[in-house]
């Protein structure tokens, strides 16, 4: 969040991509796209590139990390070396350890982890390029990784921010508006309880200001939710077919 403000972030009432205030950057999700994991999605979003690996439950290692009671969701957030304009070093850093704490709790809101204890869900997000909300986008392809993955949940996290540029609120900043803007603040969303499970704010907004922006945000959500069904849908109707052209051509009944 810079507070110089170097460039125009908004022309004749459209922002520079030409999106509308409350217009989210283009989404796709695609589930079950590596074989070695027990689920698995990719996604894209604007710029972002983002895969999303889900191994687990399985017994959890080291030991003492068990919880006696229910399973852990261990996120771990990665960004590629090559995933920003200068070069990322490798490893963890305070930003990725602090993204994936706060997206292993947000999971741990809908998974059922009682269901398993002593027991890790591991879940990796990897991004693979880098454009403002990669910790949304990771949230929202994790949701479709574990429940790829068949692990019981509640209900998929949507995820999105808002924020503020040149005084006025914005969903789903890009990013030059991450960058030059004067508020960011994403939320993760579970639909089915009308719940955050997410939410941070970076910079400064009045209530008034806030409410928008929740309110923006938790629509957004609403939608991003139904591509998150639409992926899972598309994958195991794929799936269903590729099973009936298999038999087909197998010749069984
Ligand atoms: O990605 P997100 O908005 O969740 O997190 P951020 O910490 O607000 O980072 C915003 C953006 O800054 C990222 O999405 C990257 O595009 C960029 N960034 C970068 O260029 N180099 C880094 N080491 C970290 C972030």
Redesign the pocket.
Known sequence: ?GSNKDIDLIEDGKRLDGRDFDELREISIDAGVLKRADGSAYLEWGK?KIMAAVYGPREMHPRHAQETTKAVVRARYN?AAF????R?RPGP?R?STE?SKLVSEALEKVVFTENYPRSVIDVFIE?LQ?????????LTAASVALADAGIPMSDMVASC?SGKIEGEVVLD?G?NE??YGQA?V?VGYIPRSDELCLLQM?GNLTQEEYEKAMEMSIDACKDIHEIQRGALRERYSTELQEEEITKASEGVE
Not at 83 to 86: L, T
Not at 131 to 137: E, H, I, M, V
């Open positions: 969040m972002n960004m995933s920003v304009p200068d990322k850093d930003r993204i991004v880098a454009s403002a909300g990669t910790r949304c986008g990771g921010a900043l990013k991450d960058n960011d994403p970076d």
